[in-house]
Nanobody, 116 residues
Framework: QVQLVESGGGLVQPGGSLRLSCAAS????????MAWYRQAPGKEREFVAD???????HYVDSVKGRFTISRDNARTTLYLQMNSLKPEDMAVYYC??????????WGQGTQVTVSS
């Protein structure tokens, strides 16, 4: 089992920055992919970015050049640096991991509000 706890959300003005963190615990060695998703009110949850165990990263087009996903070497913490935030980035952001045995885990989410 893997437990995930997100933090770092909050209220920021358009153009501002936030850094989200996701602390993983439990069966850390079983984690293959760590990712961020988000869900805005009335919309489906969407992929934002992921960090594969081999170091590859992927981003949804709408955040490329503005968001950066990273992970500590111990694979215990996943980060999402969000710059140049826009109102359309406002959502609940969720951390998710896939294990090598294809089991998925989710965090409880952290709210990001972008508003002046």
């Amino acid at each position: 089992q893997v437990q995930l706890v997100e933090s770092g959300g909050g209220l920021v003005q358009p153009g501002g920055s936030l850094r989200l963190s996701c602390a993983a615990s439990g069966s850390i060695s079983s984690i293959n992919t760590m990712a961020w998703y988000r869900q805005a009110p009335g919309k489906e949850r969407e992929f934002v970015a992921d960090f594969i165990s081999d170091g590859r990263t992927h981003y949804v087009d709408s955040v490329k050049g503005r968001f950066t996903i990273s992970r500590d070497n111990a694979r215990t913490t996943l980060y999402l640096q969000m710059n140049s935030l826009k109102p359309e980035d406002m959502a609940v952001y969720y951390c998710s991991v896939w294990t090598y045995s294809s089991v998925r885990y989710w965090g409880q989410g952290t709210q990001v509000t972008v508003s002046s």
